[in-house]
């Protein structure tokens, strides 16, 4: 599997330039912009975004749970979500909970074991309105916006479609 230095010895820079054009946190001339891109792509190489959010703070990653992915309703809320997420070099992890909140609170446990950067939540309805997870979620600090539903005995500050 190739590595950063080999990216950079194979594009001829040092490897603080190949860290430059690979974050956007300095200005890169195109020519060597295009040449260190030309490189990556010889060598197969795929930065290791998990060794980044260490030092980023970010996952680059956005979780989206939903009720019913059969619902003819849902599959292009997804399209259009990844397809927003990828323009931002994101990506997205869809569960979908068949509107049962035990795989609701399975899917939130497994995305902020993930460290998401955001969460886009449909909410499952709750016989008793326990919404713990959902409180705990935003407490970690991760944010979340509502689709369709809003949780019972939370503050909501922005709901599509509820």
């Known amino acids: 599997m190739a590595t950063f ?3 950079a ?4 820079v040092s490897v603080g330039t190949v860290s430059n054009v690979l974050s956007g946190a300095a200005l890169v001339r195109t020519k060597l912009r295009k040449r260190i891109h030309a490189a990556m792509e010889k060598l197969d190489y795929h930065p290791n975004y998990i060794a980044r959010s260490l030092k ?3 996952t680059k990653t956005l979780g989206m749970i939903i009720s019913d ?3 003819p309703f849902f ?4 399209r259009d979500a990844e397809d927003c997420a990828f323009k931002h070099s994101y990506v997205l992890v869809t569960f979908n909970t068949d509107d049962r909140i035990k795989r609701e609170r399975q899917g939130l446990s497994a995305l902020r ?3 998401v950067d955001g969460v886009l ?3 499952a309805p709750s016989p008793d309105g326990d919404v713990a997870h959902i409180r ?16 019972r005995g939370m503050a909501v500050e922005f709901c599509v479609g509820g």
Do not use: M
């Open 75 to 78: 599959p292009q809320v997804v």
């Open 56 to 58: 980023a703070k970010n």
């Open 69 to 71: 992915i059969t619902n």
């Open 9 to 12: 010895r194979q594009a001829g």
């Open 113 to 115: 074991s993930r460290r």
């Open 136 to 151: 705990n979620t935003t407490e970690s600090g991760i944010p979340f916006v509502c689709l369709d539903r809003i949780p």
């Open 121 to 123: 939540l449909v909410v």
């Open 5 to 7: 230095r080999d990216v």
